[in-house]
């Protein structure tokens, strides 16, 4: 119930939820709700009878519909190749959106998040516990609810809404890369298409134009079904015409987006070696035996060398290890540094080595790329620019500790780089980005507007186990090579280390926890994809887009109703003639 307040006088009006009856009777004007017989206020009664009526009617089909979306969209990442189920994830969650007032779309929006952080997420619980998992996955949902509170609200107030409802998920995907602690974009919904017919338009309009369009191909289907099934429009009627102009638009997009696709033909060619030495053992202690994953990792090097000598292997112009191949600082320690020269010595080219080197401050430290020469021995080096909150760094220990001792298991800090990962190593110019940096747009881009060639991931996933979470990165990977046209390089302590060439194909792998070394044939590429140049800009646009247009819609809505308002009317009391 609602009361109003006017000209000196109380009234009552019956508030009509969308999913029930308003037949409700009301109560005489000028009188509040009495209790009834029990003794309850009628008000409170009304108000859960409508609350358990929305619940088993429409209002939980909503709910069940944005729980099964969200379920779908995780079923569409990595390793799974059925990235169509992006696009019925968010059909089905436009369907539970479309008409919806922007606080329904902020709890649906919610419990969309929730089922799909959840299980994608569960990487991160394999030695850790539940409870880190579970407070990621929440973070990741909250941040993810706006979306649906801005895509429910586009629905009612602006034409065309399946666009903006797609441009409102791309808001809060910025908002995920960027808060809190400088983000995590995980789950962006660009990696999900590295199988599919949309991945050339990363090449076109980049990562973030890829997952815009993929989530408007689902909305606009939503809008379709809404149209046939549900209004029951005619199929030349604007309703269904535009629907279908905008399901149909990625597509187009996606073929149009082959033509700037790189391939590396008839640019020049290197040999570039992959070292996957593996681990004794998988989890967070992986690297307990710290001179055991060095020595791994040398020996396969020596293996290379050996089969370069005897002509069964071709000579590479220089040789990359995976993130953390060693944990002993070799600056500090002659026996790491004997291993990484002799290594070098033998394969008779530069090492890209990824250590953990200390600094002057005990307890500060940084995860490095070092270009390890076999004469000079250690050089240039990359210093990782975005540390993982809580896996490199703990922000907050002491509150944290309050829900969780397990924030002691990072001891340490590692510090930012500031400096983009461009290495000249043999005559190429190398970008490096380290382990989660590949899901940052900016990370990589930089690189690439540096020079880079070709593109190198370092990265260490024995933490992970045997989880979805290294093959939700060679995604990642895949659709950074379309996007920016590099062949891209993946060497992982574990696995899986992968060769991705300029079109996003995965051309050759090693297999989890299994040592070996690859020896690809790099294109050297340095022209720049469309993708490369509008990424970064197109993101800001859709970003700020729905937000605007909704607050232009509100203020103008007011002002028209203000302007239709009649005016008010000045009345006056005749003064009373009696002295």
């Not at 590396?264 to 681990?279: F, H, L, W």
């Amino acid at each position: 119930m609602r009361r109003g307040f006017g000209c000196g006088r109380t009234t009552l009006a019956a508030v009509a939820s969308p999913t029930v009856d308003s037949d409700q009777a009301v109560p005489p004007v000028g009188r509040g709700p009495g209790p009834d017989s029990a003794g309850t206020p009628v008000g409170s009664t009304r108000s859960l009878t409508r609350w358990r009526r929305s619940l088993f009617g429409a209002g939980g089909l909503r709910i069940l519909g944005s729980l099964s979306a969200g379920l779908a969209l995780n079923a569409a990442f990595a390793p799974s190749t059925r990235w169509w189920l992006a696009i019925i994830g968010f059909a089905l969650f436009g369907l539970t959106l479309a008409g919806r007032s922007w606080k329904a779309g902020l709890g649906l929006g919610l419990v969309f998040g929730l089922a799909f952080y959840l299980p994608l997420l569960t990487f991160t619980n394999v030695y850790v516990g539940d409870l880190p998992w579970i407070a990621l996955a929440l973070a990741e949902s909250l941040l993810t609810a706006p979306a649906g509170a801005l895509a429910a609200a586009a629905s009612r107030r602006l034409p065309a809404w399946p666009l903006w409802a797609a441009a409102a998920w791309i808001t809060c995907e910025a908002l995920r890369a960027r808060f809190p602690f400088g983000g995590f974009p995980w789950g962006a919904i660009a990696f999900s298409q590295s199988d599919g017919p949309l991945l050339p338009v990363a090449s076109l309009l980049g990562a973030t134009g890829l997952g815009f369009l993929t989530a408007l191909a689902g909305f606009a289907l939503a809008a379709l079904i809404r149209a046939l099934a549900v209004q029951r429009r005619p199929l030349r009627s604007a309703a269904v015409l535009g629907a279908t102009g905008l399901l149909v638009t990625p597509l187009l997009l996606g073929q149009l987006g082959l033509a700037t696709v790189q391939h590396g033909t008839g640019d020049p060619t290197r040999a570039i070696a992959v070292i996957q030495g593996n681990v004794p053992h998988p989890g967070l202690d992986f690297n307990d035996e710290r001179r055991a994953v060095l020595d791994m990792h040398a020996q396969r090097t020596h293996e290379l060398a050996a089969a370069v000598r005897a002509g069964t292997a071709p000579a590479p112009s220089l040789v990359i290890w995976p993130e953390n191949s060693t944990d002993i600082d070799p600056y500090r320690n002659e026996d790491a540094n004997a291993v990484i020269s002799a290594a070098a010595t033998d394969i008779g080219v530069p090492i890209l080595v990824g250590a953990v080197v200390q600094t002057d401050t005990p307890g500060d430290y940084y995860n490095q790329g070092i270009v390890w020469d076999p004469v000079t021995g250690p050089g240039q080096v990359y210093d990782k620019r975005h540390p993982l909150p809580f896996g490199e760094y703990m922000p907050y220990r002491s509150f944290f500790r309050i829900f969780s001792d397990k924030v002691d298991l990072q001891r340490g800090t590692f510090l930012p780089g500031d400096v983009p990962g461009n290495l000249d190593i043999a005559g190429v110019n190398v970008g490096d980005v380290i382990c989660f940096e590949v899901v940052y747009d900016s990370l990589v881009r930089d690189v690439v507007q540096g020079g880079a060639q070709v593109l190198v991931v370092q990265t260490n996933n024995a933490t992970f186990g045997d989880t979805n979470e290294t093959y939700q990165q060679q995604a990642m990977s895949r659709v950074r090579a379309v996007e920016h046209g590099r062949g891209v390089l993946v060497s992982a302590t574990s696995g899986v280390s992968a060769v991705i060439g300029p079109d996003g194909t995965v051309e050759s792998t090693v297999p989890l926890f299994t040592p070996g070394y690859l020896t690809p044939s790099v294109p050297l590429i340095t022209a720049t994809t469309p993708g490369t140049v509008l990424g970064g800009p197109l993101e800001w646009i859709l970003a700020v887009v729905t937000p605007v247009a909704l607050a232009a819609a509100v203020i103008g809505a007011r002002r028209r109703a203000s302007s239709r308002r009649p005016p008010a009317t000045a009345t006056t009391t005749p003064k009373d003639p009696t002295p």
